[in-house]
């Protein structure tokens, strides 16, 4: 069973600018969450999706944001980007519900904003 | 609120030496407990979880055991390799049905052959 995927691996973006991450998790997985790692804040969750609908969300500001598909794709976005938001940005996946269930990590996409 | 603490690295270690890497935790309720492992350049894996006091999560010849007592979760390995290397992340979930897992700061570990 394929694992979880996440494109593209690198960005690298200027401050201002917006980019749409892209996240397609284990087939038959319905739940999406988003990670944030840094080397300062370590990871932390930005938000949880399931069904389309988002469950749970993290303490990051208005410019994140994230949307989940029919097919449990996923796509996060972030606007008007700052040198701070330099960042790995990991989803994951789990069956159903994140609180019991195992969750699966994809490689990442490494954001640097110059 | 829920946190995790982990032992502060980086750690290092010689090959086929004796691993422990302390986790202690703070959660309302009885939460699931994971350890992740991040290899240079990769996201994470699971190493191992618990999802109840006394459980005892194994793989690769990593254990470790959920204590409920002390709230801990330490992992323990009894011959390192090389291949070890790679930082460590202690998580939990699970509790007051939050979804999502909470995670220590991580432990950076090298073994030297």
């Known amino acids: 069973k394929a694992g979880v995927t996440q494109t593209p691996r690198y960005l690298i973006k200027t401050r201002g600018q917006q980019v749409t991450l892209s996240c397609s998790p284990i087939?038959?997985?319905?739940?999406v969450s988003w990670y944030q790692q840094t080397p300062g804040q370590g990871l932390q969750f930005l938000f949880e999706y399931f069904s389309e609908t988002q469950r749970n969300k993290g303490n990051f500001p208005g410019r994140f944001s994230g949307r989940q598909f029919s097919n449990s794709r996923s796509e996060m976005n972030v606007s008007t980007l700052e040198l701070g938001d330099s960042a790995l940005y990991l989803c994951?996946?789990?069956?159903?519900?994140?609180?019991?269930?195992?969750?699966?990590f994809g490689p990442g996409t490494r954001l640097t904003v110059l | 609120g829920n946190s995790v603490t982990q032992m502060e690295g980086p750690v290092t270690l010689s090959e086929e030496a004796f691993l422990t890497i302390n986790c202690t935790y703070t959660a309302t309720g009885y939460p699931s407990l994971f350890w992740y492992v991040q290899y240079p350049g990769e996201g994470l894996q699971l190493l191992l979880k618990?999802?109840?006091?006394?459980d005892k999560g194994s793989n690769k010849g990593f254990e470790a055991t959920y204590r409920k007592e002390t709230t801990s979760f330490h992992l323990e390995k009894g011959s390192v390799q090389v291949s070890d290397s790679a930082v460590y992340f202690c998580a939990l979930s699970g509790f007051q049905g939050a979804q999502k897992l909470v995670f220590g700061q991580g432990t950076r570990l090298t073994i030297n052959p």
């Open positions: 618990a999802t109840k006091a006394d």
């Open positions: 994951a996946s789990s069956r159903e519900t994140p609180s019991r269930d195992t969750q699966y």
């Open positions: 087939s038959g997985h319905r739940s």
